[in-house]
């Protein structure tokens, strides 16, 4: 009798699964109200935003938050349905309920036995696509829990998402368990990486057929759940800082609906949060494709490109927000124009000290994001030989999918962006990597005289180095010199040519001119190190301790455990110390 009973509880078993740890928290919950099919929280614990809706406190405008974001309470809102409960078509007739639930005990006892489709519920549908599983693919890795749910191995447990918000070492969603859905993979390649937590049974020995298991089971699941719940979910996580859960859940929601707007929006709202901005900018020009006259989302969307820095189409979608428009936000959208114009005089008069300047006043205006921007800083620093804070400003800043910066910013504003990024690759070092990016330009742009200057002149220092490079490994020390110097010829202060070429010099004894190109390449790359501990080991074989000791004794700070810093230091003050005697 107690097995039957056990069996009974297997309806619904998994989805119960899902929501049995969500359910315990809305012990704690504020009332929610339903308006125009959107839940509004009305706890006191919210402030009006920009579009006069209510928006909950850790929002700062309607960009950053989702749609809605209320949290579960124990008394569902009238035009929703409870977290347990499935779509209409997949529900069983209360009469018919019972029946079921009788033949499916009877499957249980014998596995081998087929019900006919019709009198299957959700659960007993599910064990029959395991059973059907089993038998196509030969393997067992479906798992049964404790609990008599139904799993598969390696595709339920706790959310992983690439990238920040809650990825690493199995997120922070221990609440629930949610599918993947097909708008993106929660793990790169579709495979589940090995520790993952949650519901979760793991065989070591199977993990290579457990990467190969399919995830229609999942999304078997996830098709009879109510969108609205996982929208809910999502802006429960969103509201605790689980911005890869959110997204994962808002993705999981337009999988179900894929014309809802708010849905589109909310995820837009997570991938800003992701720092994913031009994602965000296409979904949120979804939302609008579905929904023309939704203000929330033309607000959302003109914040986001005020963040990239175009004034033009931000100010057109804060006209578009209606009656709720706030007349500081075409303020400060001016305000910036007022910035860009003066980056844009600057760049023309070729006053680099005044453009760095403006670009700093710019980005502090609100064009955080602009890509445009930081190039045009990165560029004035290279012109000043300033090539370290150039490289600096570029990792700040930032870096955007090719194809994605193109889709929105256009071939040949990309192009120009990808020349600037190149230049200070040249500058650091990295030649292969500018070549690399100089032919995508130059794909984007075959017009761009800029792109082809810049290529010829990275090949030549690409070869220089090839073949300065050979010949120092073959102890041609001379020769090597003179590769160098070629390379040199096509950029004076490029610092990687100076360091080699100080090795150089080095070996043949000319300590003087080594310490020389040590200096000029750590005046446009101070925290050069290596060029650095060359110039140290250099003094110290002129007998010049005291500028050996500064720069072994800088090294020190930055690298303590190099034994290479130790010897040398040591040395140095045992020679200035014999000195003084």
């Not at 033309?298 to 006209?319: D, M, P, Q, S, T």
């Not at 100080?502 to 020389?516: I, M």
């Amino acid at each position: 009798m107690g097995e039957h009973s056990q069996e009974k509880k297997l309806g619904c078993g998994i989805l119960n699964a899902v929501f049995r740890k969500r359910n315990k928290r809305s012990a704690t919950v504020d009332s929610l109200t339903v308006q125009d099919n959107e839940v509004i929280s009305t706890s006191s614990n919210t402030k009006k935003g920009p579009s006069g809706s209510d928006e909950p406190s850790f929002l700062d405008s309607s960009v950053n938050g989702p749609e809605a974001n209320p949290k579960p309470c124990t008394k569902q809102p009238p035009n929703h349905i409870k977290p347990a409960e499935v779509y209409q078509q997949n529900q069983v007739p209360k009469p018919l309920e019972e029946e079921t639930k009788i033949k499916h005990n009877q499957a249980s006892m014998n596995p081998g036995r087929k019900l006919p489709k019709e009198s299957i519920s959700i659960s007993g549908e599910l064990e029959s696509m395991i059973v059907d599983h089993q038998k196509t693919k030969g393997n067992n890795n479906l798992i049964r829990a404790s609990s008599s749910n139904m799993m598969l191995q390696g595709s339920l447990g706790n959310l992983r998402q690439p990238g920040g918000g809650g990825g690493g070492g199995g997120g922070n969603m221990t609440s629930y368990n949610v599918p993947k859905t097909e708008t993106e993979d929660s793990t790169p390649n579709g495979k589940y990486p090995n520790g993952v937590k949650g519901n979760v049974v793991k065989k070591h020995n199977e993990e290579k057929r457990a990467e190969r298991q399919p995830a229609s089971l999942c999304r078997a699941l996830s098709t009879r759940m109510d969108p609205e719940t996982l929208k809910i979910m999502g802006n429960e996580d969103y509201k605790n800082g689980n911005f890869a859960e959110a997204l994962a859940l808002y993705e999981a929601a337009i999988a179900i609906d894929p014309n809802k707007a708010s849905y589109r929006s909310n995820k837009s709202a997570a991938l800003t949060a992701l720092g994913r901005i031009l994602e965000a900018v296409f979904e949120c020009g979804e939302a609008i494709r579905i929904e023309p006259h939704y203000h929330r989302a033309h607000h959302r969307l003109a914040n986001l490109n005020l963040r990239l820095g175009e004034v033009e189409k931000a100010i057109y979608h804060y006209k578009q927000v209606g009656p709720e428009a706030d007349p500081d936000d075409i303020t400060k959208a001016k305000t910036l124009q007022a910035h860009l114009n003066k980056c844009t005089e600057a760049k023309i008069q070729r006053d680099w000290k005044n453009l760095i300047k403006e670009t700093d006043s710019t980005i502090n205006a609100g064009a955080d994001s602009a890509p445009q921007i930081y190039a045009l800083k990165a560029e004035a620093l290279l012109k000043l030989h300033r090539h370290q804070e150039a490289d600096e400003v570029l990792l700040k800043g930032p870096n955007f999918n090719v194809d994605d910066s193109t889709k929105y910013f256009g071939p040949i504003a990309n192009a120009n962006l990808l020349v600037v990024r190149a230049q200070v690759d040249i500058v650091a070092g990295r030649f292969e990597d500018a070549l690399a990016t100089l032919q995508r330009a130059a794909r984007l742009d075959s017009n761009n005289r800029e792109a082809n200057t810049v290529m010829r002149k990275a090949k030549a220092l690409a070869d220089a180095r090839s073949n300065g490079n050979e010949h120092f490994k073959a102890s041609r020390f001379s020769e090597a010199c003179v590769a160098y110097g070629e390379g040199l010829d096509h950029d004076p202060h490029n610092s990687v040519l100076l360091c080699n070429r100080a090795a150089c010099l080095s070996k043949l004894g000319h300590y003087d001119n080594a310490v020389e190109d040590c200096i000029r390449a750590l005046n446009v790359r101070p925290g050069y190190s290596k060029a650095r501990l060359r110039r140290a080991d250099c003094n110290s074989k002129l007998g010049k301790w005291e500028a050996s000791i500064q720069d072994y004794e800088f090294l020190q700070k930055e690298t303590p455990d190099n034994k290479e810093v130790q010897r040398g230091l040591s040395e140095a003050r045992m020679q200035l110390k014999k000195q003084h005697v």
